[in-house]
């Protein structure tokens, strides 16, 4: 589902954000990505959604090798790829439902499918009753569910999350992950990159480890 | 399902002409939503560029109603024909004739000697010398209204000349200098009008370009997540075209009341000035395909103006 080989990235200026990685998560894994900051956690999500393109080496995702798309078709591929963030990237001047409807928009879909998967999405995260709500009278975990249920909302095939916990409690934290468990159930390839060590830990999946840009560790499950 | 050129599947990108439609109307009701709640912004930016409309449009109009005028009196310019002094009236009368069925002529006077001089008497006050010459020394004069087809300065000059070199005729004159002074100041008027134009359609463009850029910047956060989520650049663009699009269709009409206003307010004078020269002469406003082309080209230049800001600002920002 997501092949990376001898993958390097340099940035101008002559950071190397990667170097030379080589990995493979198989549709339907779960995959934890974890480093310090700085190790190319975030650096690597970005090649996946393409928000940056890789120096060297092949990226697949789909089945799609990445290097050979054009710009044009970027935003297709990110339909197919639901993305999550720290900070959670909602849009502050709309309600809750008409975040999670962004990407549905986007894609160009009816009103009435629209309003079922939202709906939908908002009943998996459990934020059924806040759909009116404006992102700003939330808490930090709810906001992070809205980020979710807007990542999810198009059932894409691959989500990326990147620390999705960093500004959660820890019994927040372990209710986001629960999520993530449950899309992986159905079915999603998830990769989370994260440096909650601990919270992994409980989870026994598999983690692919990063120190400076290079592939150190890969924990299998 | 495999790879073309090794790409992999290709992506579903059907296209649903019905939702296509559907999605530009709500993105055009949604933008001029955006606009409306912001009326004094919105009101200023339309009004810069109604002012700028408005200026070459009013004038344009008013240079109109001047070639009306100018095309009146052109019409109204006649030929003397002087005759050779030996030509007799009845020969006059004879060439009048032959001259009536020149498609460029309208309508022909013959002015005998007898009633030339008798006006002649009447209004140059010589009566007397006239009396000492003993024989009347004015020639027969024919007063012809060249038809409306040649009756434009250039077409008038030329039928003078030609009537000039009939064997009977001495003289054959025009008096246009004045028409023809008045075409080229209207022409130059034109053509600086134009310049104008072009000047401040410019100026449009940088008003809504600025504009346009300065709400890109504004809604930049907007953008970048849109992105994220999958939006192609057309999607990112289309509220902005809109944008432009409302502003200078506003624009427009706010040219237009302007215009209508000016005309107006020259309305009564110019009926009081014509009242002086006995003409029924009545300034006239914008006809029905000016007030379009205003309207439509003021919604043009906006959406130009919209899409040159968009096309150098919307590039530059990715999300990261």
Known sequence: ?221 | MKARNGRGPGFNRRFNPRGWVIRHMQVALASLGRLWRVPLATFMTAAVIGIAIALPGAMNTLVNNVRTLSGAWDSSASLSLFLKPDVSEADGTALARLLGTWPEIGTIRVIGRAEALAEFRRLSGFGDALDMLGENPLPVVLLLQPSPSASGPDAAATLAERLGKLPEVDIAQLDLQWVRRLHAITRTAERGIWVLAGLLSMAVLLIVGNTIRLEINNRRPEIEITKLVGATNAFIRRPFLYDGLWYGLMGGLIAWVLIGISVLSLQGPVAELAGLYDSQFELSGLSWRASLTVLLGSGLLGLIGAWLAVGRHLAAIEPA
Do not use: C
């Open chain 1, 1 to 221: 589902m997501i092949h990376f080989d001898n993958v390097s990235k340099r940035y101008p200026g002559g950071h190397e954000g990667l170097s030379g990685t080589s990995f493979r998560i198989e549709s339907g894994e779960m995959a934890f990505l974890t480093g310090h900051s700085g190790a190319g956690k975030s650096t690597l999500l970005k090649l996946i959604g393409l928000l940056e393109r890789a120096s060297r080496g092949q990226v697949w995702v789909n089945e799609r090798n990445l290097n050979k798309l054009s710009n044009r078709d970027i935003p297709y591929h990110r339909r197919e790829v639901g993305m999550i963030f720290q900070d959670h990237r909602l849009l502050h001047d709309r309600t809750v439902f008409d975040n999670i409807a962004l990407p549905l928009v986007v894609a160009g879909i009816g009103h009435q499918e629209i309003r079922r998967k939202v709906r939908a999405a908002l009943d998996k995260v459990g934020l059924l009753n806040k759909e009116k709500v404006y992102p700003m009278m939330l808490s930090g975990g709810e906001q992070q569910r809205v980020g979710i249920a807007r990542a999810v909302v198009t059932r894409p095939p691959v989500i990326l999350a990147d620390e999705p916990t960093g500004n959660l409690d820890p019994e927040l934290s372990r209710e986001i992950m629960d999520l993530f468990m449950q899309f992986n159930q159905v079915g999603v390839t998830l990769l989370i990159a994260t440096h909650d060590i601990s919270l992994i830990e409980t989870l026994g999946r598999r983690t692919l480890v990063l120190r400076q840009g290079k592939l150190v560790g890969d924990t299998p499950a």
